[in-house]
């Protein structure tokens, strides 16, 4: 078995030829800009979502972030016009979410429908399946 292992890599893997690795690049983490609190000082995802927010002063907030792709943790103060940008691009995130749960949903519903039709029209089910 070993051996029929080795000569399906040879078929695949020409002699002289090796795969390349490929390293992810690497960010310097940086401050995060104002006008875009979603996206990561640290690894550019934009899945930064607040774990608490508070109001600090007159129209500023205090907000604590986080990054779930790297583990980020941050915190500062923004002006409300900030924290209104970042509220909606929170939202557009939640409707792109429930966008794509109401599409899996669906894809799912009609695989389990299309599964009953076969299975009806097989003669496959019985009293003690309901």
């Given at each position: 078995?070993?051996?029929r292992?080795?000569?399906?890599?040879?078929?695949?893997?020409?002699?002289?030829?090796?795969?390349?690795?490929?390293?992810?690049?690497v960010?310097?983490?940086?401050?995060?800009?104002?006008?875009?609190?979603?996206?990561?000082?640290?690894c550019?995802s934009?899945?930064?979502?607040?774990?608490?927010w508070s109001?600090?002063?007159?129209?500023?907030?205090?907000?604590?972030?986080r990054?779930p792709?790297?583990?980020?943790n941050g915190?500062?103060?923004y002006?409300?016009?900030?924290?209104?940008?970042?509220?909606e691009?929170?939202?557009?995130?939640?409707?792109?979410?429930?966008?794509?749960?109401?599409?899996?949903?669906?894809?799912n519903?009609?695989?389990?429908?299309d599964?009953f039709?076969?299975a009806?029209?097989?003669?496959?089910l019985?009293?003690e399946d309901f």
């Amino acid at each position: 078995m070993a051996r029929r292992q080795t000569a399906k890599r040879q078929a695949i893997e020409p002699q002289g030829i090796t795969p390349r690795t490929t390293q992810a690049p690497v960010y310097e983490p940086v401050a995060p800009r104002e006008s875009e609190l979603h996206i990561c000082p640290s690894c550019r995802s934009d899945l930064v979502y607040p774990t608490d927010w508070s109001p600090a002063a007159m129209r500023k907030w205090q907000v604590e972030l986080r990054c779930p792709d790297c583990e980020w943790n941050g915190s500062g103060t923004y002006d409300q016009q900030v924290v209104d940008s970042f509220d909606e691009a929170l939202d557009n995130g939640t409707e792109a979410v429930l966008h794509d749960l109401k599409l899996l949903a669906r894809a799912n519903m009609e695989e389990h429908v299309d599964r009953f039709v076969e299975a009806l029209w097989a003669d496959q089910l019985l009293p003690e399946d309901f």
